[in-house]
Each structure stands twice: as C-alpha cells, then as structure tokens.
C-alpha cells in the first residue's frame, strides 16, 4: 500500500533542514500501524508525503504500486482524493452545518447527485455510530461525536488509507477511546490505518508501532522485549514521545 524506498525530505533553508532522513518503509493493506515521536521529531513531514501534501527531496514513494513521483501535480491531487482519508487533530467542521451536511459536503466536488450524497452520507455517520445524530450541529455535539463525524466524513469517499494526525489529542480519556475503537474496527473491516501522535498509551494500541526521532524512523518490532527485563514495545513508545 505505502512503500518508501529511500524516502527523505530536507527543506532547503538557508539553513537546510533534514526533518525526514531517508527511510524503507512498507505498509500493507490492512495495517494498523501507529507513528509516535516528540513534538519536532518529524511526525508532520511523514504525514504530509504519506499523504501526498509534500513530496519528498530524496527516493521514491509507492502509494498501491504507483510511483507518486512521477506524477503531475493535478494527478497527485486526485490520486490523494482517491485513496487517502485524513483525520485531524481539530475536527475542521462547518459548526453551522449539521453533521449529514458536514459529510454530504465533502463529495460536493464528486459528480454524485444529492440524494446519492445523503444516502452516502448516512451510511457514513451510521458506521461510525452516530445515527441518531444525522441532523445535529457540530455545537451540540461531544467532542468524541465531532472527531466521529470528520471520520465519516473521511470514509465517504471510500479512500483505501485512513491518515489520522492526533486524532484524539483534543478529546478526553472516554472520549480518546471512543474514537480508538472506532479507528480499530474500521481496521478489523480491512481499513489501512495509520495514525500519528505523541501519546504513548495512544501509540500501543497499534499493531506495529513506528517511532520517529530526529527525522529517523524505527520500526519497534513485536517480538522487542520481555519480561525478563528487557524493553518493552510500550517502554520504547514512551521513551520516544517523550
Ligand atoms: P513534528 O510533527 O514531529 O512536530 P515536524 O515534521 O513538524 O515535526 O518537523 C520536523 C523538523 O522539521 C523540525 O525540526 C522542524 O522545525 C522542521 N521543519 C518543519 N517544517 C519546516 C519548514 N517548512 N521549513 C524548515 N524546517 C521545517
């Protein structure tokens, strides 16, 4: 699904930056694989080649097979509009729209009629569990609703990756959790998952963790640590966002 072959990304400054050193990366379909680092560390830059926004300086970068690289900027737009789902920190929600609205707008620049867009649209909020919510505003809503309706409106377009920027680093304990489960069972639907954050706790709920420091990117393998002593996955996750 993502392959980064010798990926990185330096700004060129004066002075240059190299926030994301070059990096082999893959990702299958159906990965639920979580990206923790401290704030600076490089989180961003992954994201935003991830997810088409930036396009790296150095090496190449498959999304399903095709090299992102080669294409035109007009290709790279739909090509992101296509596969890729993005969930952000701040729900970014019209508060004066209600929640149908909110996700029946995204596919305003889709060639679907407007029944086809409501239909669509409440088949969305109804996966994330906000059926009963259809006609509310974003302002009478929890935050754990307000991050469920920007994932509907995400999933609508029926994108092959979710990218998730701190999705839940606005929300509270029940409300972060909440929005995890939902996250973990679009995974167990077959969703590509891949979510960014500085939370540890967050991080473990991964099932591959990456971190980042420094622009470096590690995978922590499942078979680190024991109890023996050694590190363990969840210690290495809370070591790096720290
Ligand atoms: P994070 O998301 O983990 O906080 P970023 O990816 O935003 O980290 O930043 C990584 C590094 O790249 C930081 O040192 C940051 O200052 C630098 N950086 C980010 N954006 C730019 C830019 N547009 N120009 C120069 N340096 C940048």
Do not use: W
Request: hydrophobic share 40%; net charge neutral.
């Amino acid at each position: 699904m993502i392959e980064f072959r010798g990926v990185g990304l330096t700004y060129p400054g004066p002075p240059p930056v190299t926030a994301f050193r070059p990096c082999e990366l893959t990702i299958n379909r159906g990965d639920f694989v979580t990206v923790v680092g401290p704030s600076g560390s490089g989180k961003s830059t992954f994201l935003n080649i991830a997810g088409l926004l930036d396009a790296p300086t150095t090496g190449s970068y498959l999304l399903d097979g095709i090299d992102t690289g080669a294409l035109k900027d007009s290709e790279r737009t739909a090509l992101r509009g296509r596969r890729i789902g993005f969930v952000f920190q701040s729900f970014h929600l019209m508060q004066h729209r209600s929640a149908r609205e909110n996700v029946a707008l995204a596919m305003l620049y889709g060639a679907a009629p407007r029944a086809d867009r409501v239909r669509r649209a409440d088949e969305a909020l109804r996966r994330v569990g906000l059926a009963h919510r259809l006609d509310a505003l974003p302002s009478r809503m929890s935050g754990g609703e307000r991050q469920r309706v920007a994932i509907a409106r995400a999933l609508v377009a029926r994108p092959s990756l979710l990218l998730c920027d701190e999705p839940t680093g606005n929300l509270d304990s029940s409300n972060a959790d909440t929005v995890l489960r939902l996250l973990e069972a679009l995974h167990s639907d077959g969703m590509t998952v891949v979510l960014i954050t500085h939370d540890a706790e967050v991080a473990a709920r991964g099932v591959r963790t990456i971190t980042i420091r420094d622009g470096v990117l590690r995978e922590l393998r499942a078979d680190e640590g024991d109890e023996h002593g050694r590190r363990t996955r969840a210690d290495e996750a809370q070591e790096s966002a720290e």
